[in-house]
């Protein structure tokens, strides 16, 4: 706006001077107060991480299909030039990492514009000491040591790699919360510090603790995210109460484990009897399953038939009728048959 003003006063200083002139210029203003037509980049921000800065806007608008929309992001420095740091770019983005300093106010801008049209200048005032946002520490090492935690904090860094404390004159302070691994981290216990080596005394013994830690600054009242949890456990003698703890679990396991040893062989003798018991057979019927040689001969293995004769110890045998003879011989056969194969076989 302040570049449409200033063209506008140009255009009349020369015009009233110089008469010849006054309808030259006076057409000149139409076409240049078309090219002011392109609608402006909306939400404009500084996307910023200790000393890393990205402006970033959106452009909503349509444009005509034969048309390219660019963008030019500039910053001013004490109120004397602006500095182009993107232009022409088609990204909705340009970086401004190293281009400001952290300690120092600056004014930021951008604007569109294609082959025919541009926008108005959006502008913001940034400075990186009260607005950027403050990282968290860049590693955490933890260990134990001696039955207490150590815990080793590396400071955020810079683009630069450069240490963030020594661009904030020693304002950086770190929040240490601590827990037990069982617990939940919003039982955590806080600590404040601002040095690098901190120890965690008086600990429980052989027990897991969690620690993450978030970097802050007082000034301003900048906090950072939390960093990763790093988890560890405590070394040192084992308390009585949890060894003798330990030993009663460990009886009753081998208690249960005997027990179960003794119900799973109970069980198997159960099923061996149920499916397959153990009874012994009489002795005439053990003799059938001895060997061939062993087996009783009652008839010579030629005779491939067998004799049998009736012997009649009645007095009434005569008097009986000549089908009962018959039916008596038939079952005296019977009878002998079977006691044959039963005793050769």
């Not at 939400?43 to 990205?54: E, I």
């Not at 048309?67 to 983005?93: D, G, P």
Request: proline share 4%.
């Amino acid at each position: 706006m302040h570049q449409r003003i200033s063209l506008y006063l140009f255009c009349f200083q020369v015009c009233f001077h110089t008469d010849a002139l006054k309808c030259y210029f006076l057409s000149l203003l139409i076409p240049i107060s078309r090219f002011r037509d392109l609608r402006r980049p909306e939400n404009v921000s500084v996307d910023s991480l200790n000393t890393r800065y990205v402006l970033r806007w959106d452009w909503p608008h349509e444009t005509a299909a034969n048309q390219t929309v660019t963008f030019t992001a500039q910053y001013l420095r004490n109120e004397k030039y602006w500095t182009s740091v993107c232009v022409n770019v088609l990204e909705h983005r340009c970086d401004f990492t190293g281009a400001i300093h952290y300690k120092i106010s600056f004014l930021l801008r951008v604007w569109a514009n294609t082959s025919q049209q541009s926008s108005g200048w959006v502008q913001i005032s940034f400075c990186p000491d009260e607005h950027a946002a403050l990282g968290p520490p860049s590693s955490l090492k933890l260990s134990s040591v001696k039955g207490d935690l150590e815990i080793i904090i590396t400071d955020p860094l810079s683009s630069t790699n450069q240490s963030m404390k020594t661009l904030l004159n020693d304002r950086l302070s770190y929040r240490i919360q601590y827990w037990r691994r069982s617990e939940e981290p919003q039982k955590a216990k806080d600590l404040e510090t601002k040095n690098n080596l901190v120890m965690l005394t008086e600990l429980d013994r052989q027990t897991w603790y969690c620690v993450r830690v978030q970097s802050r600054d007082g000034s301003h009242k900048k906090s950072s995210v939390f960093s990763d949890t790093h988890c560890t456990r405590t070394e040192g003698q084992m308390p009585y109460w949890q060894i003798f703890l330990y030993f009663l679990i460990s009886l009753l396991l081998s208690f249960l484990l005997v027990l179960l040893n003794f119900c799973f062989y109970k069980m198997i003798t159960l099923l061996k009897n149920t499916f397959c018991p153990a009874i012994q057979l009489p002795d005439h019927i053990q003799e059938l399953w001895l060997s061939d040689s062993e087996k009783p001969q009652l008839l010579a293995p030629e005779s491939p038939e067998t004799v049998c004769e009736l012997l009649d110890v009645s007095g009434r045998s005569a008097l009986m009728n000549p089908q009962r003879e018959r039916l008596t011989s038939a079952r005296s056969s019977g009878i002998c048959r079977w006691l044959w194969c039963l005793y050769s076989g």
